[in-house]
Structures are given as structure tokens and as C-alpha cells.
């Protein structure tokens, strides 16, 4: 596979709902490596926001990664996908593989990298078209040749929305609640065939009903997505990941906070017998 | 630390007298502002209506040319309302995209460059110049070599238009969320194509009430007219060449003389030059309107 061609896979249309073998049971080590993070750091002109970070991501798994405001998860989710190239000054050091190759390569379409790595945001934001726009816009920017409306209700059927709306596909998506936008917005990503979608804390503008709809889709969906989740909440990452990354922030002599990684294993590992002690406090500060 | 008074009773407040009249007092002075704002503009509209109509609705007066002699009574001002929807369109095609284009440039490509700042200085400084000096900019650099033309009116008046529409629309792109942007990244999308497909839709409801704001201001200037259109009392619909006439510029001649049948044509072409601009206002708000509605719930 190679970043700088399109993907075949977009010239026609590609079944969303398609369950390839799920992958249950989780091993130790996981079949095939998606991210491989090399002491990746993040520059905002002079300061260093987040440094060191190596990790790797595994395939169709649910990758999360929690800490404190500010410890720079957010700013580490947008490099995998190089969304940091839209901030003035900032710069992305050190390597991230994806497949073997550097997300940061002089030869890659950073525009293809991030169809193949799709993302959803905080906020719920819909573009100010319709439902079915919203959804079709990433097909339509790719030159999709199959047929859109078949492509928009798999999308849509994926990300456990169409029963809502397929009676109001024209109306504007900002007549959605939500949650109902947030999960347009994942059927918007998915539109595009992408192979990891980005969440960067998807259901901190959501209500609890709403979160646990998104928590059950992204269960759903990790049968043919790897998934990486940035999130506020534990209970969350408890609940819904396969392996988590815990980011803390350090603070200089000079008062400048750098985010780094802590730990990264099997959630359940860093959930009941963390290796560090920083992470355990983490923990049960808030559960405790 | 003051006591707060518990009341017995919810009738029984614990603001007490003194705020309750303070706040009576601002309510009345606020009522009584917005009653003298209106005054003027209510007697504007009520004079130059009860002073014009009689010669707006007069047969012709929209169609007929101006009479060449001065004392002769009745319409129409035909070769005026020509002028003005063919300056000011004419200003319009080459301000509106021309400052949409420059704010464009300001809020998604200049991203802290000198040239962006500079540009916005300047559109800044421009938007403060008097309009007569705008006329006596393109006065020297155009009637001088081409002579009167509806073109050189439109030259000048598209120059006080564009500084006013590339505020604007910098303004209003900048409104649109940068979470909009992104997400149409995400999906492989590149920069160009995400302005003209997802950001300057969002932008357009507040793009087009600028631009027709600034259509409606220029569609009433005087100054910059006079210096670059000339008068005439015949339709002229060449944009080119030869002098033209705009309502404005009428109603600047026609109100300082003496003849009684000059002065109605003024006030004529004042109600007209108010009921264009409003019919453009109006339309500007239909239009931004539906546009809006159309992404909303």
C-alpha cells in the first residue's frame, strides 16, 4: 500500500456494513502494527508541547489515550494524521510510521493520509449542508464513481443512524440532535473508506444516552476500523478500549508544560496493576 | 459585608425600593432614546415621501428623459435611475468579487504574513477615505485621459466599495468555525476546494448582507460622481463614453436651483434613490435569509 496513490478502493463502491473477522479476542501482541511511534515530540514555535512519545497502534483495535488537561493527548492525536500542518508554528519531530511509512515523508499527500485516517471532533460539526451533503462530501471531493446514494446509506447504516433519518436525508444536519450529529459526523468520516478514524473526545458534548450510542458503535465498528479515542472520561477508556496510553504534563523550571507519555499497555493492565506509580495516581485519584 | 434581609414572603423583595426605581428609570431613558432616534428618521422618510410623490408617480417619471429646460415642470428622470443601476451594478461586479477574493486571501492564506497585515491595514485606511477623495483619485488617473463616462463612476465608486467588502468577508470567513475546516480535511479534502465548498457557504449569509450594505452606500454617493460622470439630461447607455447622470448627482443639481420644477425633480429622485437602496436592502435580507435558513434548523 502505498500513500501516494488514491485508493483503489474509492474508484468503486465498498461495502461498510461488510464484517471482516473480527478480531475478539485480543492477544498480547497484536497481529499487525497500523502506527508505529518513534519519540515523536510536537513544537509550538519555541515550546515544546508534547516529547518523546513511542508507541504502537494495532489494527482494528480500540487505542485510548487519557490524562490531565493540557498534557497534550489531543495535540499527539492530530499529528498521526497531520492535522498539526494547519497550526502556525507548529512542527512535528521524530517518526510516525503508518504501514512502514513516514506520515511526514517529503513524497506523501498529506490530503490522502488524512482520507485513509479520518477523524471526529469534539464538538458535533456538521457542514452547513444536508444530511445526506454531509455525508456524500468526502465521496464527492475523492471523485467517487460508484452509487452515492447506496455509498450514504451504508455510511449511514454503519454509524447506526439511518433508521433516524432516512426519511429526511434533504433536511439540514443541524436539525439533528447531538448526538444524532455526532454520528453523522462518524458517518461522514466513513464515507471515505478510511482505515483509522481519530476521536478526540467525541462525547464530552454529549449527554449520557448519546455517549453510550457512540460507545456502542465504536465497539461496532472497531470489526473493520482501528480507532484511536483521546478522552477525558476513564470510565470511558475502561469500557471501550483495547489498550490504553496514559499522557501526564511536566512542568519545567521555566513554567513551560510538556506533555508526555507515562505508560502504554492492555487496558486492563493499566486499569488494575499500572506500572507506574504517576498512572496509578491518575486512577484512583479519579476513581477513588 | 451587608445583611441580606430575609423576606417572609416572595411578595416581600430583597431588592428593595431603590432598585426597583433605578431600574424603572433606565427602562424610561432607554424608551425615551430610542423614541428621539426615530424622530429624525421618521420625519426624513415622511418629507422627502410627501415632497416627491407627486412627482415619482407622475406618468413617465421613471422612463422620461430630464428636461433640458430648467423652469419646465414635471418628469422625469429616466437617464438618472439608468445611471444609477448601471454605475453602481458596474461598481458592484468589480468590487464584490474582487473584495470577497481579497478577504479570502486575508483570513485563509495570509496567516501571519507581513503582506496580510499590510493589506488589512490598508483596507482599514481605505475605508476611512472621503469619498470625494476616491473621486478625485479616479479623476486624475481616468476622466482626465478618457473623459466622462457611467465607467469612471463606477471606478470610484468601486473603490469605496472594495475596502468596505474585503472587511467584511474577512470578518464573516473569520466567524466560521476552524473545526469546519478540519473536518473537511479529515475527509482528504484540500484548501481551495474546502473554501469554495464548505467555508464560504458558511460564510455567505453574512458575505452578502456586507456586500449589499456597501452596494446600498455607494448607490447614494454624490461626490465621487461628479467628478467622473458629468451630467446629461438624455439617456446615455453607453458605459464607456460620454457623460452619464446618476440620481444622486440630480438630486444634487436639480435641489440647488430656483425653478420650482427643478426642485420637485429632486425630491422625486431622492424618494426613488431611497426606494432603490430599500429594495436592495430588503432583497439582501431575503437573500441572506434563505441562505441561512437553508443550513439551519
Known sequence: MTLTSLNESLMTPTNLATVNDPVDDLAEEPAEMVFEVRDAAVDYGSHRAVDGVSLDIASREITAII????????????????????????????????????????????AEVRRRIGMVFQRPNPFPKSIYDNVAYGPRINRFKGDLDDLVEEALTAAALWDEVKDKLKKSAFALSGGQQQRLCIARALAVSPDVILMDEPCSALDPIATSRIEDLMVSLKRQYTIVIVTHNMQQAARVSDRTA??????????????????????????????????????????? | MTAVIVPNSITQSTAGRGRRIKSAVATTLIVMSLVIVMIPLVMIIATVVSRGWSSVTAPGWFTADIPIVSRSEGPGMGPAVLGTLMITGVATAMAVPLGVLGGIYLNEYSEGSRLG???????????????????????????????????????????LMLPVVIRTSDEMLKLVPQELRESAYALGGRKAGTIVRVVLPAAAPGIISGALLAIARAAGETAPLLFTIGFVNAKNTDLMSGANTALSTQIFKNAISLFPGQQNRAWGAALTLIGIVFVFTILARIISTVLARKHSA
Open chain 1, 67 to 110: 490524562g490531565p488537561s493540557g498534557c497534550g493527548k489531543s495535540t499527539f492525536l492530530r499529528c498521526l494524521n497531520r492535522m498539526n500542518d494547519f497550526i502556525v508554528g507548529a512542527k512535528v519531530s521524530g517518526s510516525i510510521n503508518y504501514y512502514g511509512e513516514d506520515v511526514y515523508g517529503p513524497k506523501v499527500d498529506a
Open chain 1, 246 to 288: 496514559f499522557f501526564t504534563t511536566e512542568v519545567d523550571d521555566a513554567g513551560a508544560r510538556t506533555g508526555r507519555l507515562v505508560e502504554f499497555d492492555l487496558t486492563n493492565t493499566i486499569f488494575t496493576s499500572p506500572a507506574d506509580s504517576r498512572t496509578e495516581g491518575y486512577i484512583t485519584g479519579r476513581f477513588g
Open chain 2, 117 to 159: 497585515r499590510v493589506v488589512r491595514f490598508f483596507a482599514d485606511v481605505m475605508t476611512g477615505v472621503p469619498s470625494i477623495v476616491m473621486g478625485l483619485f479616479i479623476y486624475t488617473i481616468w476622466t482626465l485621459e478618457f473623459g466622462f463616462s457611467a465607467f469612471g463612476g463606477a471606478l470610484a465608486l468601486a473603490c
